[in-house]
């Protein structure tokens, strides 16, 4: 539980661990394409897997906040773990700087973890019960700078504490035990940044603390993000702080990808009937009574025998035949605004399938000529 009578952290700015922020780039710096993880279920003679994720492209950037937006067992927490390397990927590929990602362990891998870090969801749990703050910052810069010692690793511990907005005189002692939620989070992230990496993954790093202080720790990040020029994965179920936090949204439904753009687009004209109800459900003043979908049951799909079609269909109160018996196009309704749903397919993505334009659901402005 986190304790708000001890959240006081100072807002004093530090200075950054690198001399200057990484260079701004339009080149992605870790790529997803294709990615998909299937885990077998029912013992070594049973061939049934949990399609966990299945065929996810994601582009993450220096400089810039992904959000990656879904309800409990849509696969998004699979997603962050693929690209941390902690689980290896039944298809597609994980690319840093271009270059394909191998690496699962030894060398290879403590290489990548240079540059790509996670911050894990639960703080206390992510964090060694029995080991101070100083140990553990100091074994994360010990193992990613090995030539830190005496003096030199002393400011660099101090470094890292003060760019997490921790007082280091106050802090550096103290057990996981004594800190509050907060405050226990900003040590997993001091620790994720000791490695000095590109790359931040972070997973629901919010979810486990009180609302009192979730929105210090998305400014906390937010600082890494402009002044380090760190690229960060926001992992969340929560679709109102990624219109707060992220500058691109990807909504995830049942290991897919249903809808992407940048966040403003994404939260306030929400296209695909499950981003519809997931910003009904945010706790967001414009949209209550607002005129959105109301899916049929609230039941995810059995992911071992995920359902045909679009994998929403059996929720969605617009699905037709072809929703259940053909996967989506991928629909550009604006610059960069996309989303996976046969009610937005025009007149050529509706031949390609194999119908017309009436057969297909009333959703986009092109259907509304059709049925009128």
């Known amino acids: ?42 013992g070594m003679r049973s061939k049934s897997v949990v399609h966990a994720v299945d065929g996810i492209d994601l582009s993450l950037r220096g400089g810039q906040v992904i959000a990656l937006v879904g ?16 689980y290896p990927q039944t298809g597609g590929e994980v690319l840093l700087h271009d270059a394909p990602v191998t690496a699962l362990r030894g060398r290879a891998f403590r290489a990548y973890c240079h540059r790509v870090q996670m911050i894990f969801q639960d703080p ?37 504490l003060e760019r997490v907005q921790l007082q280091p005189e106050r802090y550096v002692d103290k057990f996981p035990h004594e800190l509050s939620g907060g405050q226990r989070q900003r040590v997993a992230i001091a620790r994720a940044l000791a490695a000095d990496p590109e790359v931040l993954l972070a997973d629901e790093p919010i979810s ?94 059995n992911m071992v025998r995920p359902p045909t079609g679009c994998r929403f269909n059996p929720r969605c109160p617009f699905a037709t035949d072809i929703c259940r018996e053909q996967v989506p196009v991928l629909a550009e309704l604006a610059d960069g605004h996309r989303v996976a749903c046969w009610g937005y397919a025009d007149a050529e993505q509706a031949a390609a399938a194999g119908t017309d334009l009436s057969a297909l659901p009333v959703l986009g402005e092109n259907k509304v000529e059709v049925t009128s």
Do not use: C, W
């Open 124 to 160: 206390f749990a992510s964090l060694n019960p029995a080991k101070s703050v100083r140990y553990t910052l100091t074994r994360s810069l010990r193992i990613h700078q090995p030539k830190l010692r005496g003096a030199k690793l002393e400011a660099a511990l101090y470094a890292l």
């Open 1 to 42: 539980m986190s304790h708000p009578a001890h959240e006081s952290e100072t807002a004093a700015a530090a200075p950054p661990l690198r001399a200057t922020a990484l260079p701004p780039t339009t080149d992605p710096v870790l790529q997803a394409r294709g990615l998909t993880k299937h885990f077998p279920v029912g």
């Open 71 to 86: 309800e409990s067992g849509s696969g998004k927490s699979t997603v962050a773990r693929l690209l941390a390397r902690l």
């Open 208 to 301: 486990m603390l009180d609302v009192s202080i979730r929105i210090g720790i998305l400014n906390l990040l937010q600082d890494l993000r402009d002044r380090l020029g760190i690229a960060i994965l926001y992992i969340t179920h929560d679709i109102a702080s990624a219109r707060y936090f992220a500058d691109e949204t990807h909504v995830m439904y049942a290991g897919r990808i249903v809808e992407s753009g940048d966040s403003e687009s994404v939260t306030q004209q929400p296209a695909h009937p499950y981003t519809q109800l997931l910003v009904r459900s945010a706790p967001d003043p414009e949209h209550m009574g607002g005129n959105v979908t109301q899916g049929r049951g609230a039941e995810p799909p």
